[in-house]
């Protein structure tokens, strides 16, 4: 079909989107620090909107102590292939709201930009995939895909990593097995340029612990002999990486001097755009060795999340009987996660200085990703993104990791599984000032409203009959 229809439709309804977006920027769905409320609030409003996107079926699944995931369906007639699109509600703290340029949890237009914590990551997601959904009815009446299973899985959990959203499908085996997910949490390598995600780190990220004195000591008295644990915790955190920058924990999952490339994937990332894109100030050198591309989608890379100490405001002459840290490993696409974490813990066990007791707990584990990028859902992704952005996708690996991919990977052996977004490199996620572009949205709304009315037709095509007069829809699996 034509994309010029559905083109003209999503434009029309982008003033919708960007209110459906401010509603939900404006509910502050942080898991762990938000009330319950939020959450509920919000999944109740995304269920509405579904219904009214022409999803006639509902369900709110709840997990243990946890918020809801929003369930919605459209029905295809028997033995129709099922399409599940996946995006989440759940966001990950502000932090500090008065670095922000404008107010967090309110949408605001800037520069042709929409600010607010979630609007690219992941409600922009959401509202990409309402505005699909009502393009395809507005633009074409009636049955717009009749020969297809639409659902919709909307996560409030998804943040954390912990694989709640596996556990939540295993608790409720009565929901139908899709043939293809499309999960929409990344984004384009540049902006306007349509990009599937082939592949993903894993992450391993841990909790250390050292210990020097049985309570705190005056600096001056004590200072010289006496161990303070800050000192100790910095020295053993230096020893995870070369004077290059590289991880130089023994073993494939982390030792990026060693780790080989797990990917012929083509795509490269020029430095001076990835210096622009990640905001490297002018005369710092960048970590690591290899491409860009190898270095950020491919290699091991190791990050100090965060280090437990006295503010600036409290500090006191004193040595700190102990101190903490959190450190995030991204393994490469294939490395086993467990292996990471195992291999983190004996490296730092073997460094640690003075004696120290070191306790070290795992605070969360996610697996990677590879995509089989070979079916026929992808080609029919890929044709959709061509003629909705103008220029053909690009298929690149990304660094961060999705826990919800394995998951999906492992519920569904048999499924596509698509991965892209409304992300670019300006929306800077998780950090201050997050955005998405309106056109971004957009234009990938219009590419799944293309993909889903494509995808049934072809899909109806290529169904086979059998001896006993019944249909079969070929797989497309991986």
């Known amino acids: 079909m034509s994309a010029a229809p559905i083109a003209a439709t999503v434009h029309s309804l982008m003033s919708r989107a960007r209110d459906d977006l401010a509603e939900l920027v404006a509910l502050r769905t942080v898991v762990g620090a938000s009330p319950p409320d939020q959450f509920h609030r919000a999944a109740r409003r995304i269920a509405s909107l579904l219904t009214d996107a022409g999803l006639p079926e509902i369900r709110l699944l709840r997990a243990e102590d946890g918020p809801e995931t929003v369930y919605a369906r459209r029905p295809g007639p028997p033995g129709a292939p099922r399409v599940a699109l996946y995006a989440h509600y759940d966001v990950v703290s502000a932090q500090d709201e008065t670095v922000w340029s404008t107010p967090p949890f309110e949408l605001t237009e800037r520069d042709g930009r929409w600010y607010g914590r979630g609007s690219a990551d992941c409600k922009g997601n959401v509202v990409m995939h309402l505005t699909a959904l009502r393009a395809l009815s507005n633009a074409l009446p009636g049955e717009p895909c009749p020969d297809l299973d639409v659902m919709v899985l909307v996560d409030g959990c998804e943040e954390p990593g912990d694989a709640a959203l596996e556990k939540l499908l295993r608790a409720h085996p009565d929901l139908p097995v899709p043939d293809v997910v499309v999960v ?68 494939p999952e982390i030792d990026g001097a060693s780790a080989h490339r797990t990917s012929e994937d083509p795509a490269e990332y020029a430095e001076k755009d990835f210096r622009a894109d990640a905001g490297v100030l002018d005369g710092v050198g960048l970590l690591g060795v290899g491409t860009i591309a190898d270095r950020l989608w491919r290699l091991p890379s190791i990050t100090v999340l965060a280090v437990q100490s006295p503010p600036l405001d409290d500090a006191v002459p004193a040595l700190l009987p102990s101190a903490k840290a959190l450190v995030s490993v991204r393994t490469p696409p294939g490395a086993d996660v467990s292996r990471a974490h195992e291999a983190l813990a004996a490296h730092l066990r073997a460094r640690v200085p003075w004696g120290a007791r070191l306790d070290i707990r795992r605070v969360t584990s996610g697996s990677s990703f590879l995509a089989d990028t070979g079916g026929t859902a992808h080609a029919v992704m890929r044709e959709a993104m061509r003629d909705a952005f103008g220029v053909p996708p690009r298929e ?83």
């Open 184 to 251: 929409a949490d990344t984004g384009n390598a540049a902006s306007g340029a349509p990009t599937v995600t082939t592949s993903l780190r894993g992450m391993a990220v841990a909790e250390v612990t050292v210990s020097t004195l049985d309570r705190a000591l005056h600096s001056g008295q004590f200072g010289g002999p006496a161990p303070d644990a800050m000192t100790t915790l910095i020295h053993l955190l230096a020893t995870l990486h070369d004077s290059q920058g590289t991880p130089c924990v023994p073993g």
């Open 396 to 478: 690149v690996g990304a660094g961060g990791s999705i826990a919800v991919c394995s998951a999906f990977r492992t519920l569904y052996p048999d499924a596509e599984i698509i991965l892209c977004g409304v992300e670019d490199p300006p929306s800077n996620i998780h950090g201050t000032d997050e955005s998405v572009s309106p056109q971004q949205i957009a234009s990938l709304a219009h590419a799944e409203a293309l993909f889903l009315h494509r995808l049934a037709a072809v899909r109806t095509d290529t169904r086979e009959t059998g001896s006993d007069g019944t249909t079969r829809t070929p797989s497309t699996g991986q």
